[in-house]
């Protein structure tokens, strides 16, 4: 088996490596919630060959005939890997795999999971079906070898912008696909009977926030939003569980990051010298600091694009609301009653 794999794997970029060469899998911490809803905690790393691309929350929630997984991990591998935890704490078989966005640390190990109905938000499977190459390409360069079985699968079953009230075996989940904030694909769960809110990377815990993908200003509205619902526990994408301060503490973070860079801006400053401005000594002490200066970027041109807005409605004298501005997010699901689609899968 391992030559015929070697065989087919002969002249590609990366180099094969035997199985014995391979670091073990990091074993997830299970961390239950209740008798139900268990979070595998992934090492709160930036995927690397000795965690063998695994280092992402996943959250396995019990049915009454199946489980519900949200976020397999980065590989075929990696989801394996996971189902090996599953089997140690039920007997029932995942028949749901959620997608809380389209970075490939959270949806590659899809593929273990034959079988199971895959759901995400929209523009998710469409980032999936569209990137989801490049996402391969960049696990296996941050492992350092091929990842043999990973494919990038689309949802099968998509949720669109907003609100949607739903029961997956008997579970009762709000599907909340906010303006695009940590990507254009998030997807956030609600379980209003668990109180229980698994977030994405929207949070993080103990690294710093990727905003490459995001845009900044809806990132701090949809955490004002969470932080309005009747939740006890938030799983962020990565590291610890946390509790409303923490929420409030990673908004406020992210608040005073956009006031800074856009001050720079107003004040003429070029990229490079706003970040000279800013105070980034909190995420500097973070795992995944590398991201800072991606982060300065792409908030530099968040500012920038939203100037330009101004300029050009300006310009064809279109009245703009500036004060109060409009909500960034919609509604907060009610817990009491949290849809305003009941879908019943
Ligand atoms: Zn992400």
């Known amino acids: 088996m391992m030559r015929w794999l070697a065989a087919c794997l002969v002249g590609l970029a990366l180099p094969v490596v035997a199985a014995d060469e391979v670091a073990a899998f990091p074993s997830p911490r299970v961390v239950p919630i209740n008798d139900r809803v268990y979070v595998l905690m992934g090492p709160v790393q930036h995927a690397n060959p000795r965690n063998q691309g695994y280092m992402v929350n996943s959250v396995l929630i019990l049915g009454e005939r199946g489980a519900i997984l949200v976020d397999p991990g980065g590989s075929d591998e990696v989801g394996w890997h996971l189902a090996g935890t599953i089997l140690g704490i039920t007997s029932l078989r995942v028949t749901h795999v959620i997608n809380t966005h389209a970075h490939g640390d959270h949806y ?20 999936v079906q569209e990137r989801g190459h490049e996402w391969i390409a960049m696990m296996e360069e941050a492992v350092g070898r091929k990842l043999p079985g990973t494919r990038a699968v689309p949802a099968a079953e998509v949720f669109p912008r907003g609100i949607t009230g739903t029961s997956i075996q008997g579970v009762r989940i709000v599907f909340w696909v906010p303006p695009g904030s940590h990507t254009d694909g998030d997807l956030i769960l609600y379980l209003p009977d668990d109180k229980v809110l698994i977030a994405g990377d929207i949070l993080v815990n103990g690294v710093v926030p990727t905003l490459q993908d995001g845009f900044l ?58 970040r000279k401005t800013l105070d980034l000594t909190e995420w500097e002490k973070l795992e995944r600091a590398y991201v800072i200066g991606r982060n300065v970027n792409r908030a530099y041109l968040e500012v920038e694009r939203e100037s330009f807005d101004d300029v050009v409605e300006g310009r064809a004298g279109i009245k703009r609301e500036v004060s109060p501005p409009s909500p960034p997010n919609p509604s907060p699901p009610s817990p009491t009653s949290p849809s305003r689609t009941e879908r019943t899968h």
């Open 217 to 274: 200003r809806n990132w701090i509205g949809t955490l004002d939003t969470m932080q309005t619902l009747d939740v006890d526990r938030f799983v962020p994408g990565h590291g610890p569980l946390m509790r409303v301060p923490d929420v409030r503490a990673l908004r406020a973070t992210l608040a005073k990051f956009h006031a800074g860079v856009e001050a720079g801006f107003k004040k003429g400053l070029s990229e490079a010298e706003i």
């Open 108 to 127: 590659l190990g899809n593929t273990a999971f034959f079988g199971a109905r895959i759901l995400s938000s929209e523009a998710c499977r469409k980032e």
